[in-house]
C-alpha cells in the first residue's frame, strides 16, 4: 500500500497531468461537441482503460522494454503519430463533407430552415452501440498508442512508490487513481461539451470544428513522430 505522504503528493500531481491538453483532450472535446454527450463520455472511458494497459504494462516490465528499446519505441511512435494523422485527415473529410452538406440544404429565399417538417418528423437518434463503441476504441488508442505515456508511467509511477513492499499492488493503486482522476476529469467535462453543442449545432460551425481539429492531430501526429525517447 502507498503511505498517505505519498498520496498526498501523488493525487495533485497526477492530477495535473490528466488536465494538461494532448491528443486525449482534443479527442474527447471534438467527440462531445461534435457527436454529443454519450459518445465523449464512451472516448473517455477508453482513455481511462488506456491508462489501465499503461500501468499493467509498467508492472510487467513491458514498459521498460519498449524504452530501453529504440526499435521499438520508434514502432510505437510512428504507429501512434500515424493514427493521429489518420484522425486529423479523418476530421478535415468530415469538415469538407459538411461544407458541401452546407450548400445542397441551404434553404430557398423567404423560407427558414427550421420549418423543415421531415426535420420535425425525424428526431435525432440516440447513438448507437456501434458509434459508442468506435468513440471508445478512438479513446482508447489515442491513448495507448502515445509512447510518452510509456516513459510517464515507466518514471512517473516508481517516485511514490515503497521498493521494500510489493511492486504490482503499489503500481495497480496509483494507476487506479490515474485512471479514477481521467474519468472524474473527462466525464464531466464530456458532459459539459455535450450541453455546449446544443448552441452550435450549425452546420458552419461543425464544419469549422472539423477542419480546426483535423488540423490539431494532424500536428500532435508530427509532434509526435519527431520526438525521441530521451
Same mark, same amino acid.
Given at each position: 500500500?502507498?503511505?498517505?505522504?505519498?498520496?498526498?503528493?501523488?493525487?495533485?500531481?497526477?492530477?495535473?497531468?490528466?488536465?494538461?491538453?494532448?491528443?486525449?483532450?482534443?479527442?474527447?472535446?471534438?467527440?462531445?461537441?461534435?457527436?454529443?454527450?454519450?459518445?465523449? &463520455? +464512451?472516448?473517455?472511458? $477508453?482513455? %481511462?482503460?488506456?491508462?489501465?494497459?499503461?500501468?499493467? @504494462?509498467?508492472?510487467? !516490465?513491458?514498459? /521498460?522494454?519498449?524504452?530501453?528499446?529504440?526499435?521499438?519505441?520508434?514502432?510505437?511512435?510512428?504507429?501512434?503519430?500515424?493514427?493521429?494523422?489518420?484522425?486529423?485527415? &479523418? +476530421?478535415?473529410?468530415? $469538415?469538407? %463533407?459538411?461544407?458541401?452538406?452546407?450548400?445542397?440544404? @441551404?434553404?430557398?429565399? !423567404?423560407?427558414? /430552415?427550421?420549418?423543415?417538417?421531415?426535420?420535425?418528423?425525424?428526431?435525432?437518434?440516440?447513438?448507437?452501440?456501434?458509434?459508442?463503441?468506435?468513440?471508445?476504441?478512438?479513446?482508447?488508442?489515442?491513448?495507448?498508442?502515445?509512447?510518452?505515456?510509456?516513459?510517464?508511467?515507466?518514471?512517473?509511477?516508481?517516485?511514490?512508490?515503497?521498493?521494500?513492499?510489493?511492486?504490482?499492488?503499489?503500481?495497480?493503486?496509483?494507476?487506479?487513481?490515474?485512471?479514477?482522476?481521467?474519468?472524474?476529469?473527462?466525464?464531466?467535462?464530456?458532459?459539459?461539451?455535450?450541453?455546449?453543442?446544443?448552441?452550435?449545432?450549425?452546420?458552419?460551425?461543425?464544419?469549422?470544428?472539423?477542419?480546426?481539429?483535423?488540423?490539431?492531430?494532424?500536428?500532435?501526429?508530427?509532434?509526435?513522430?519527431?520526438?525521441?525517447?530521451?
Amino acid at each position: 500500500m502507498i503511505s498517505l505522504e505519498n498520496l498526498l503528493l501523488f493525487v495533485p500531481l497526477a492530477a495535473i497531468l490528466v488536465v494538461l491538453p494532448g491528443p486525449d483532450f482534443a479527442l474527447i472535446a471534438k467527440i462531445s461537441l461534435l457527436d454529443g454527450r454519450p459518445q465523449g &463520455q +464512451a472516448a473517455a472511458c $477508453g482513455v %481511462a482503460l488506456g491508462i489501465v494497459i499503461h500501468t499493467s @504494462a509498467a508492472m510487467l !516490465g513491458i514498459s /521498460a522494454i519498449i524504452a530501453q528499446s529504440v526499435f521499438l519505441f520508434s514502432i510505437l511512435k510512428y504507429i501512434g503519430a500515424a493514427y493521429l494523422f489518420w484522425l486529423g485527415v &479523418q +476530421a478535415l473529410r468530415q $469538415g469538407r %463533407a459538411a461544407s458541401q452538406a452546407v450548400v445542397r440544404t @441551404a434553404p430557398l429565399p !423567404g423560407r427558414d /430552415a427550421e420549418e423543415s417538417p421531415e426535420e420535425a418528423a425525424h428526431p435525432v437518434p440516440r447513438p448507437t452501440r456501434a458509434l459508442l463503441r468506435r468513440a471508445f476504441k478512438q479513446g482508447l488508442l489515442t491513448n495507448i498508442l502515445n509512447p510518452k505515456a510509456v516513459l510517464i508511467f515507466l518514471t512517473f509511477l516508481p517516485q511514490f512508490m515503497n521498493p521494500h513492499m510489493p511492486l504490482a499492488p503499489q503500481f495497480l493503486e496509483l494507476g487506479g487513481i490515474m485512471s479514477a482522476l481521467c474519468l472524474c476529469w473527462y466525464v464531466p467535462l464530456a458532459y459539459m461539451l455535450g450541453h455546449v453543442r446544443k448552441a452550435f449545432e450549425s452546420s458552419r460551425f461543425q464544419q469549422w470544428l472539423q477542419r480546426c481539429t483535423g488540423v490539431v492531430f494532424i500536428a500532435f501526429g508530427l509532434k509526435l513522430a519527431a520526438a525521441h525517447n530521451d
